[in-house]
């Protein structure tokens, strides 16, 4: 197995001359025998297929009313699939006792927020025991025509294969063949099932049970084998990132994630590791994200800023949340963190107010979608893993670029705009409704948006939420800088109050203050090349929206114009969810009264 340690190398290091244990585990890291000991992958896979039609969201994974009980693995699995798929637990422990590998299967799997302790569940039924650790478990497939991409590096990241495919007629107890080396999936038939091209380092992850270990690892068998003067082994698959064509331009998302690794910028298809600046907790996955920061042995926290929010169950606390709170609220300051209080208010709109312009951030709420800089949304452990070490795994996606042009006609408010990209998405083609077979221009892309001057940060916001619905990789904003110039002047003051009323760490929030006063300094923005190339570019003309454009229920790619759903009888309205904004709320407020 992989000994970690945090920020230790050097100590490890220093006992290795006096120390034969310590000498020992150097050596051993040098020649990377936590993955030449691990079991070989074989050359081809027997996959048992448990199916469920349709989208299968996280919480049919992980039930947010039993969210209290997330953070005990086998205690939380029990609740797997307990509504949308209740066979399942059953039918695939059934597969199991026949020693067959089970790859779970839906024709879009994963949407929604809860993905840390959905991949726990399904490890738990899908995966196979860790030596020496308990209660967690790895390993297992998971194969979908669509599978929502924070849930698909968090699959990674625990040591689950995700493989998206045709669906096609596949169905509960096929038996598909996975030829790991030639990636070909075939049915039972023998015919071959269409498949997306795998990452270059998945099958490396695989083996060594995590994306994240992968990662641990490498970094620790390097710096041994600096120490030792030795080569770095020849054992993992090499990744060739694709370099810029004379001349060729960078998007504004390309920009900002190259600043982070201190580039120019990146292409898509890039493997990097951008510097973390921003990261985000919420409490409903906060008690998974402090598992893993003790996991890392994390002393102390690398990235800017890390925030712990809690807003998801301050509203209506169960008896056990409080014990849960304090324990959130102390890993966080003890590792340098900054930690809201119950009732404060929502994640979002905090974090926003720490942003640094042009930085890249994550979070473990899907609705961690930067208004300034770019986040890319993470389950529990890449969040963990994100502010342990200061830095992410990122493979840089494609970016599609929305352009607004024109000017809103009276009534027509920024709801309207968010509804009007997936609308005209549908127009073009890029878009269906339907989960079969499903189009969707946006999966696992960054959404980028221009000609939006006229824009608040927060109503810039308002756009880069909705980003979570097109199930996108991120979302970057083009703003005035005179917007942004006002808003950080304002954060800088709201975070000085934080300091005056005793928040903790008031070191944290101190470092943050004077990195946003030294950017008000020399105010700058970077902006798109005008040759940058996108995967699409969408082009809507405000003038031309002359009514509402509603979301229908349940689905937000589902939008209509008012006049197509006028006269609709409505039987209850809600008012509430990451996607309502305190204008929302006074605006709800008005028609009531």
């Excluded at 951008?274 to 998974?288: I, L």
């Excluded at 996991?295 to 056990?320: D, N, V, W």
């Excluded at 892309?445 to 006229?454: M, N, S, Y």
Aim: hydrophobic residues 40%; aromatic residues 6%.
């Amino acid at each position: 197995g992989l000994i970690k340690i945090y920020d230790g190398f050097d100590k490890v290091a220093e006992l290795s001359a006096s120390n034969s244990f310590a000498k020992e585990v150097i050596e051993s890291w040098a020649k990377a025998e936590w993955f030449t000991q691990s079991k070989p992958l074989p050359a081809t896979m027997d996959l048992t297929v448990y199916k469920v039609d349709g989208e299968i969201n996280t919480d049919d994974f992980s039930p947010g009313n039993q969210a209290q009980s997330r953070a005990d693995i086998p205690l939380h699995a029990e609740f797997f699939g307990v509504s949308r798929f209740p066979d399942g637990i059953e039918t695939i422990a059934g597969f199991r006792t026949d020693n067959k590998q089970v790859a779970f299967a839906g024709d879009v799997v994963g949407t929604g927020s809860s993905r840390k302790s959905a991949v726990n569940s399904l490890l738990w039924h899908t995966g196979d025991d860790i030596a020496g650790v308990p209660n967690k478990r790895v390993g297992g497939v998971v194969l979908g025509g669509t599978i929502a991409p924070i849930f698909y590096a968090t699959a990674r990241d625990a040591g689950i294969m995700p493989i998206e495919c045709d669906m096609g007629a596949m169905k509960t107890g096929d038996t598909l063949t996975l030829d790991l080396q030639k990636w070909k999936l075939k049915d039972p038939s023998g015919a071959e099932i269409a498949m997306q091209p795998a990452s270059p380092t998945l099958l490396d992850e695989y083996r060594a049970c995590g994306r994240l270990n992968l990662i641990i690892g490498k970094q620790l068998t390097r710096s041994a084998c600096t120490f030792l003067n030795q080569q770095f082994p020849d054992i993992f698959i090499g990744v060739i990132n694709p370099e810029p064509e004379p001349g060729q331009g960078f998007s504004l998302a390309q920009k900002m994630v190259g600043k982070a690794c201190g580039l120019d910028g990146v292409l898509p298809g890039t493997v990097c590791e951008p510097k973390m600046t921003t990261v985000g907790s919420q409490d409903t996955t906060g008690p998974m994200t402090m598992q893993e920061i003790a996991e890392l042995a994390c002393l102390r926290f690398k990235a800017g800023l890390f925030m712990q929010s809690f807003c998801h169950t301050a509203a209506y606390p169960k008896a056990s949340d409080f014990d849960r709170w304090s324990i959130m609220q102390e890993t966080t300051v003890d590792c340098g963190g900054l930690a809201l209080k119950p009732g404060d208010g929502v994640i979002h709109p905090w974090l926003n107010k720490m942003l640094v312009p042009d930085t890249v951030g994550t979070g473990g709420d899907s609705h961690t979608r930067f208004p300034l800089g770019i986040s890319f949304p993470a389950g529990s452990g890449l969040v963990a893993f994100g502010a342990a070490l200061g830095f992410m795994p990122l493979e840089m996606p494609n970016s599609v670029l929305v352009s607004f042009t024109g000017k809103r006609k009276p009534g027509i408010t920024v709801r309207d705009m968010v509804n009007a990209i997936p609308y005209a998405a549908i127009q073009q083609g890029l878009l269906t409704v339907e989960k079969k077979n499903k189009k969707n221009i946006f999966a696992g892309a960054v959404l980028e948006i221009e000609g939006v001057d006229d824009l608040s940060v927060e109503e810039a916001f308002e756009l880069t939420d909705a980003s979570a619905e097109r199930s996108a990789a991120g979302c970057a904003i083009r703003l005035p800088l005179d917007t942004v110039v006002a808003n950080v002047k304002s954060n800088v003051e709201l975070l000085q109050t934080l300091v005056d009323d005793g928040y903790q760490d008031v070191t944290c929030i101190k470092n943050r203050i004077a990195e946003l006063t030294t950017w008000l300094e020399k105010p700058s923005l970077l902006v798109a090349d005008d040759n940058a190339q996108y995967l699409n570019i969408i082009e809507i003309d405000l003038a031309e929206i002359t009514e509402p454009i509603l979301a229908c229920p349940n689905d937000p790619d589902d939008v209509r114009r008012l006049s197509e759903v006028a006269g609709t009888t409505i039987d209850e309205a809600f008012v509430g969810s990451c996607m309502t904004h305190l204008s929302h709320l006074q605006a709800a407020s008005a028609l009531i009264a």
